[in-house]
């Protein structure tokens, strides 16, 4: 039982921190971690990447969706430590040379963006599926962001997304 | 009719690529440096007198920066609605006793979350546990467990009663006197919430006696307002800053609690707080949207024209007023607005229970009341054999009607969306189909329609926008407007029509927006006005800047105003486009020879400008507003009759929104007002006990996924006549989309399975026990045919 008249915060007291590395966008960084921080904590935290979201905290939203080893993953059920030595990918790391990538472009050309709260998580679920499966079937796209939820763009334009990135036929509604 | 380049076009979001990198900044992602976390202590109890609070263990807890209580804030209350009749009734911390699981009662500042929390377990509070009360119509029984007092000026003999609306128009029981048919109906709905996927976040920092502010909202100008008079300070030491904002559906419009303990509790310790709040506060202790039980009488001829209606809304209002008193006015409003009824009378209520305080949720009661009036209207319907799209067109309102309100319907193109809905659709080959030959198997299709009104830009505080408009030396321009982009579009909307009037690529202008320190005020993202009324501001200022841009240019030119026109940053002559000035020539001689004027254009409006002030909301008296949109929707259903579970397939939204200045904008609102009408209809409850929410998360909230979409189509009417004598005239699109599909669904239920249901959401066992119901009465009728009548 802690007691009140102690002189340290109950936290410095409770763990220690240990020296992760992680490739994050392609970028090699040490980070110190807590063993009970959540990859997304350390991403925007500690690292200092707001891109990723969280939103549930719980597993419930896709929010914090990032790439771990190319495989989408749950940032907020996932500790960080579990991470050492491992490269992950946010949605800065989408990007390359200040040009969008086809899924990011497709998203601003469908309308598939709104508040932009869900789009990272989408985003990076959309990007593993498309290096999986280059050209998705409706049902494929489906499934593979049944974990992502967005409030906003009732998903129709999200899946247009898919499909344009993926060059089936899907033409761009904006300009 | 002067051709248009950037209005009325789909251009990409101005905010796309900060959203798809990860630069676009929310509340949760400014950090600053030494910031501390805040947290709430709430309410365990729905009902209770606290008789002690104790906070000396959490403030000797090390770490532990700051702990307050209502002790440490001035009482100030503040309310959703700030009016002579409904003065605030809302301390920021509980005073003496709490009314909802979930109240907030004192927080703390500590240099992070686990010594916050720790803290918040070492306030002691001794409490009362009060007798409570969580259904309307119980909570207005004489003797029930008063929660506040009714309200001094209703004079009816109810309990909690925290406020009333009572308004009528013609002769009701006349009315129905003279109708051949009437039938009377009761509808009611469940606790919803509003989803939205960015928690309740805001960072304060009070540094040099200025309180900055980063929070999660729908319009910064009233959150300052909110913010400035709980905390005693003057507007200006007050800033909110902007962010972008992950989604909000009504749920973060007024003063939160946990916004004014960040601000305080960075007073007095002279650091940032930061308070994000938890999915599971926000589903048991955040403001949910409004549950209404509505009764409704009607009266009609029997070739179905509409002679009499009676409403009489209740509201679960929750624990304060909070926007109760709002939606049981507005329930008024989407009853009178799209049939002509010549005799109508209505009572609303709002009821206090001891469940959490209610927002606004995207249409804010229109669903609700869309839901009881269509449903019923198709029942009256098949009771005279009048077909579902013939009863809708011999009532709907026509262009230029004066409403009960005083308002009118200028261009109104219900008709022709009825129409188009019909024909679209091909409504009346599908309508009935199942139900007159079951097909085999056991999926039943089911086709439904349902028609909605909604007003935009009424006024409530701030009332009005400005917009300011700087050139720059190189003819491209800033734009300074207070709008605030919760997705909807607003910076895009806003560009489009500042490159429009100036003639200026979408490149060159640069938003800066919603910063109370910065930009002019701003009536904020709500009661869906901030195309109309923000866009408009947006006009008049680009086109005071067009203005000075041609009087300099023709005074240089030597030429009259008339005779120039503006493409392209550059000002010619009509005649002789070789005669001609870049915007950068015309601003440098602007500053040369008019004292260093740099060429700024500002704008302003507010709605109603001939009225003082926002109607009366007790007796509805007032005008509302000029700016009505209608719409039909028509949704197709299928329904599985052995499981009973149903599903949206399609919707048709066909929409009189005035001129769309981004379609494809238009229909990414529609779409959304599509998911979340379907997840009110089939998936969504927050579901309590005594107070006490059992399903706080998305696992058991049923939100819609990608699983649950629906084809979604749209079709806009009448889009012309909103360039008539002017540019464009933009109407509603966000909020009342939501309504006639909801009635529509229920409606194609019925149509594929004869199951009436007057409760929301349709879950698989009521369709499965409707179906019982109907096998049951179908067998008893069989019987009754067989067994001989006994004299
Ligand atoms: S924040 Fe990780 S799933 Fe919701
Ligand atoms: S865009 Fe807002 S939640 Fe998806």
Redesign the pocket.
Known sequence: MLEANESTPVTAKRSQSQLISLCVNGEWREVAVKPRLTL?EVIRDSIGLTGT?????????????VLLEDRPI????TLAIECDGKRVQTVEGLAEGGKLSAIQDAFLDQGAVQCGFCTP?MLMSATALLRDCPKPSREEINKALE?N?CRCTGYNAIVDAVLQASGQGVEPVMK | MSELSYVGKSFRRKDGPDKVTGKAMYAQDVKLANTLIGRILRSPHPHARIVRIDTARARALPGVKAVITVEDTKGIKHGFVETPRYPPDQEVLARGKVVHVGEEIAAVAAVDQLTAQRALELIEIEYQPLPAVFEPEEAMQPGAPEIHRSHPKYEGPHANIGGNTETAWGDVEKGFAESDYVREDRFECQLRTHGYLEPQATLAHWENDKLNVWTSSMGSFVKRAKLAKTLDLPYSSVRIHKTYVGGTFGGKIDLYSHEYCAARLSMITGRPVQVVAS?EEIFSAYRHAQPLILEIKTGVKKDGTLVAQRIRAINNAGAYRGSGVVVIFLAWGFTMIPYRIPNLKYEGLSVYTNHTVRAPQRGHGAPKVRLAIESQLDMIAEALGIDPIAIRLRNARGPGERLPNGDDTHNCGLSDCIRLAAERSGFLDKFGRDRKSPPSGTIRRGIGIGVSAYMGGTLIYPNGSGVIVKMNDDGSAVVLTGAIDIGQGSETVISQIVAEELSIGMDDVRIISSDTDTTPQDIGAWISGMTYVTGNAARQAASNARDKLLQVAAEKMGVTVDQLVLKDKIVCHRLDPERRMTYREVIAHSVATRRGDTVIGEGYWRTMRDEANHPSLATTKGRWTENYAFSTQVAEVEVDIETGEARLVKALTVHDCGFPINPALVKGQIDGQISMALGHAFMEEVITKDGYTLNPN?LDYRMPTIHNMAISEDVDVITEQYRVGQPYRSKEVGEGLVSGILAAIANAVYDATGVRLHSTPFTAEKILGGLKRLQYQAKTARQAKTEPVRA
């Not at chain 1, 749950?74 to 059920?77: I, R, V």
Request: aromatic share 4%; proline share 0%; hydrophobic share 40%.
């Open positions: 997304v979201k969280a939103s549930c905290e719980s597993g419930a939203c896709g929010a914090c969706t749950l940032a907020c059920l998580g974990g939820l | 999915r998305w």
